[in-house]
């Protein structure tokens, strides 16, 4: 069992930075596979990144590919998202999530996640 906690998340202006934590338990941090998704008020749940096992190999939707940076530390069993030039329609409540340890690809859709945290909120003014 892995537990997921996120933390980072509050208020910004538009063109602002935050950087998302999500730290999690288990001794399987290391070889899962993370992801970052969101969703905003009225709209369905979004991928945003994901990173391999190493950290070598991330992936990225277009939407925010530029302005989102995701990373881990395995030392830490810890996977980040810096984001940068928040704008109003990044608003939302950030999950992540992690993948059974048997599946090695960066993918996108939330059905190939198992573990998932209780998400943190980022509200962006303009």
């Known amino acids: 069992q892995v537990q997921l906690v996120e933390s980072g998340g509050g208020l910004v202006q538009a063109g602002g930075s935050l950087r998302l934590s999500c730290t999690a338990s288990?001794?399987?941090?290391?070889?899962?596979?993370m992801g970052w998704f969101r969703r905003g008020p009225g709209r369905e749940r979004e991928f945003l990144a994901a990173?391999?096992?190493?950290?070598?190999?991330?992936r990225y939707a277009d939407s925010v590919k530029g302005r989102f940076t995701i990373s881990r530390d395995n030392a830490k069993n810890t996977v980040y998202l810096q984001m940068n030039s928040l704008k109003p329609e990044d608003a939302a409540v950030y999950y992540c999530?992690?993948?059974?340890?048997?599946?090695?690809?960066?993918?996108?859709?939330?059905?190939?996640?198992?573990?998932w945290g209780q998400g943190t909120q980022v509200t962006v003014s303009s």
């Open positions: 999530a992690a993948r059974s340890s048997i599946y090695e690809s960066l993918t996108q859709s939330g059905n190939g996640y198992v573990y």
């Open positions: 288990g001794r399987t941090f290391s070889s899962s596979v």
């Open positions: 990173i391999s096992r190493s950290g070598e190999s991330t």
